[in-house]
């Protein structure tokens, strides 16, 4: 079907990694991490109008055995909302900020983008609590910088731009990141000043650069790999979600959201690093950090045995090593180490017999160097840098 994927282990380990770099930068930000239920209930989310189709288009729904209408989880506020009522009661219980990475279910009308628009993907979505405004803004702030940092470690950092958006339903504005790429089904106008873009979508309410009142001079596509939204109490005033603030006085808790969609990621990433034939992943996120493909012709046995020494000596290290043992020609295995794209490739092989190297090819900057494999401590340490 379009719009459903599954995921073989390098792939998968590549997309832990993206979740691992999305959770270290969450938990820095003092955000915990929750997992809610995908099975929603029609009855909460009528409370807040969300269940209708003529208000949310992309339900999948079914019903439960005793006939109670249920749906399949497209996002998160009421179910948090409604779950922290029996958490949140004084000034005291706020700020706080909490997150999940789970599966998320969206009868999307075109799903043509591969892994980039899934009916059923992966998102991370966090929400904030606070006591009011101010509180509420140091937090989104905070939260757009940590956005900025995941972006930047996935590789992300020069093309992706803040882009102001529509859809906050209490400030003007939405938070998008927009990472540019013409597998991308947005369109932005880009500040000829600052690294800040505006969705066509708004463009009429904001001819200039909301920042630094910048031309807003050319448009690119771009693909929305984040989007953080400033919530008021919109669902808390509907939900019941108040606090008792300092003066006794019952008030609603202040809330935002913020998405990251990991799955949509790992194919911008792939948009960005890839043509026809191969794929370099980031370090980051590649799913081994080193892949040594061995060439054994006639000697085969030492080549095998110093290229599991080497191996060895690698895992013990701290490096993520995969071995290509196979017994296939080393045409076929450069071609498939082309694909899985791991950025850090080591051959060992004849040179290994002549002189005792190892022959590294650093993919991702096109260093390409031969080492004495009993020099092997410098390449680790090489590698750690
Ligand atoms: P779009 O406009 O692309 O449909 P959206 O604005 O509906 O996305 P949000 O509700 O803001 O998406 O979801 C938060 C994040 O989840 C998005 O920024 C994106 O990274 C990711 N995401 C949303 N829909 C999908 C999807 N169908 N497949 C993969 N990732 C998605
Ligand atoms: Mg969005």
Same mark, same amino acid.
């Given at each position: 079907m379009a719009g459903v994927y599954d995921y073989l282990p390098l792939g998968l380990l590549t997309l832990n990694n993206i979740n691992r770099v999305i959770r270290e930068e969450m938990n820095s930000i003092g955000s915990q991490e929750i997992l809610l239920s995908t099975l929603q209930n029609q009855e909460l989310w009528s409370a807040t109008n969300r269940w209708q189709d003529d208000q949310v288009d992309v339900w999948f729904k079914t019903e439960l055995r005793t006939g109670t209408s249920v749906g399949l989880g497209f996002t998160h506020e009421e179910p948090l909302t409604n779950l922290l009522r029996d958490h949140v /009661?004084?000034? &005291? !219980?706020?700020p706080f900020s909490t997150y999940q990475i789970q599966t998320k279910f969206r009868n999307e009308? &075109?799903?043509? @983008?591969g892994i980039m628009r899934g009916r059923e993907f992966l998102m991370k979505d966090m929400y904030s609590f606070s006591k009011n405004e101010e509180e509420h803004n140091v937090f989104y702030e905070n939260a757009k910088r940590a956005y900025l940092k995941v972006f930047g470690r996935l590789g992300l950092g020069q093309k992706t731009y803040v882009t102001f958006a529509a859809g906050g339903s209490f400030s003007k504005y939405s938070h998008e990141f927009q990472t540019l790429t013409s597998a991308g089904e947005d369109t932005i106008s880009i500040c000829d000043k600052c690294h800040v873009a505006v969705n066509k979508e708004i463009i009429a309410d904001q001819p200039n650069c909301p920042v630094c009142g910048g031309n807003l001079s050319h448009e690119e596509k771009g693909v929305e790999v984040g989007n953080i939204f400033s919530l008021g109490t919109r669902f808390s005033d509907i939900l019941g979600l108040n606090f008792v603030d300092e003066g006794g006085q019952k008030k609603a808790v202040v809330m935002g959201c913020y998405g990251i969609g990991p799955s949509r990621l790992m194919g911008t990433i792939i948009e960005l690093n890839s043509n026809e034939s191969s794929v370099v992943w980031p370090r980051e996120v590649a799913p081994f950090d080193v892949h040594i493909i061995e060439i054994l012709g006639k000697e085969g046995e030492e080549i095998r045995s110093a290229g599991e020494g080497l191996y060895d000596a690698l895992k013990r290290a701290g490096v993520d090593v995969l071995y !290509? !043992? &196979? /017994?296939? @020609?080393a045409g076929e295995k450069f071609a498939d180490a082309d694909l899985i794209g791991i950025p850090v490739r080591v051959v060992i092989g004849r040179k290994y017999l002549e002189k005792g190297v190892i022959e590294v090819n650093e993919r991702d900057n096109g260093k390409e160097q031969e080492v004495l494999l009993k020099d092997v401590d410098s390449l680790v340490e090489a590698l750690q840098k």
């Open positions: /009661n004084s000034y &005291r !219980d706020l009308t &075109r799903a043509k @983008s !290509d !043992d &196979r /017994n296939i @020609s």
